[in-house]
């Protein structure tokens, strides 16, 4: 069974900072790219950061670098996202999503419920 659970969202100031994780099943955990995407009210879906641990990199989306990272506890079986210098835009829902190859497209087999993200003052 493939599962992702999201937690860490609220409601911060901008230049604030959160932490999402993702807890995975370890079937999830284990397949060949983890990540997450986020998707705004009238928008697609996008990518924030994807990453394989298997050597395939690691690829953050131009708007979050420098801003936002991604790591994992691989006792906890848990991917997380810390989020600093947060800007209004990006408030989104934020997924974890997990895929048998590394892409930045929003075409992976597996989602998490998602969790929302609001940076306002």
């Known amino acids: 069974q493939v599962e992702l659970v999201e937690s860490g969202g609220g409601l911060v100031q901008p230049g604030g900072s959160l932490r999402l994780s993702c807890a995975a099943s370890?079937?999830?955990?284990?397949?060949?790219?983890l990540g997450w995407f986020r998707q705004a009210p009238g928008k697609e879906r996008e990518h924030v950061v994807v990453?394989?641990?298997?050597?395939?990199?690691?690829y953050y989306r131009d708007s979050v670098k420098g801003r936002f990272t991604i790591s994992r506890d691989n006792a906890k079986k848990t991917v997380y996202l810390q989020m600093n210098s947060l800007k209004p835009e990006d408030t989104a829902v934020y997924y974890c999503?997990?895929?048998?190859?590394?892409?930045?497209?929003?075409?992976?087999?597996?989602w998490g419920q998602g969790t929302q993200v609001t940076v306002s003052s």
């Open positions: 999503a997990a895929h048998r190859f590394l892409t930045t497209d929003p075409i992976y087999e597996y």
């Open positions: 370890e079937r999830a955990f284990n397949m060949y790219s």
């Open positions: 990453a394989s641990w298997s050597g395939g990199g690691t």
